[in-house]
């Protein structure tokens, strides 16, 4: 049982690249999340997906789209990557939206 | 102010210490509060759900949550080394989307 699964696990990137970050659940959930993790900074969410269809943004939206690609995938977009996006990015799912998410093991991006 | 405050520490403790791990909210609204343990360069992993107010137990582990005073604890008994990680509270309101978690916790259990 995979559970969330994350691709890429690291990546470079030169400022101004664009890059999509991909997450799948093999949990059957409907709601799925992105966050990114800095020092300090603890879980900051991104982006979420309450359900199939539907996108809202979190608490640091700015310079990243999404897309819920169908039930089991969301994908997190940086269209022009910015050094201040370097971070470990974190996709999460759930069934429900109070209840416990499941967390991948991350993203490592770095931008240069 | 953040609404769910947690010291980040770090916090270093023999291995078989008690280690008690606290949070603090300020959002009446919470209902639902967990703990995580994360390991060095992996995702977070649930380690305790509840619900309101009381306690639960899971082996080693007990949460604690007294909404009265807004207070979210975590005991770990009999410390050990494989303990060592960085442990975060969430807390989240009925119908709610989304979690709210403190910044973490790192917690070294030394043998």
């Known amino acids: 049982n995979a559970g969330v699964t994350q691709t890429p696990k690291f990546q470079v990137l030169k400022t101004g690249q664009s890059m999509t970050l991909q997450c799948a659940q093999d949990m059957n959930h409907n709601s799925m999340y992105w966050y990114r993790q800095d020092p300090g900074m603890g879980l900051r969410l991104i982006y979420y997906s309450a359900s199939e269809g539907t996108t809202d943004k979190g608490e640091v939206p700015n310079g990243y789209n999404v897309s819920r690609l169908n039930k089991r995938e969301f994908s997190l977009r940086l269209e022009s990557a910015a050094p201040s996006q370097t971070s470990v990015y974190f996709c999460a799912s759930t069934n429900q939206g109070n209840q416990p998410q499941h967390f991948g093991d991350g993203t490592r991006l770095s931008i240069l | ?111």
């Open chain 2, 1 to 111: 102010q953040k609404e769910v405050e947690q010291d980040p520490g770090p916090l270093s403790v023999p291995e078989g210490a008690i280690v008690s791990l606290n949070c603090t909210y300020s959002n009446s609204a919470f209902q639902y509060f967990m703990w995580y343990r994360q390991y060095s360069r992996k995702g977070p992993e649930l380690l305790m759900y509840t619900y309101s107010s009381g306690n639960k137990e899971d082996g080693r582990f007990t949460a604690q949550v007294d909404k009265s005073s807004k207070y979210i604890s975590l005991f770990i008994r009999d410390s050990q080394p494989s303990d060592s990680a960085t442990y975060l509270c969430a807390a989240s309101g009925a119908g709610s989307y989304q979690l709210t978690f403190g910044k973490g916790t790192k917690l070294s259990v030394i043998p």
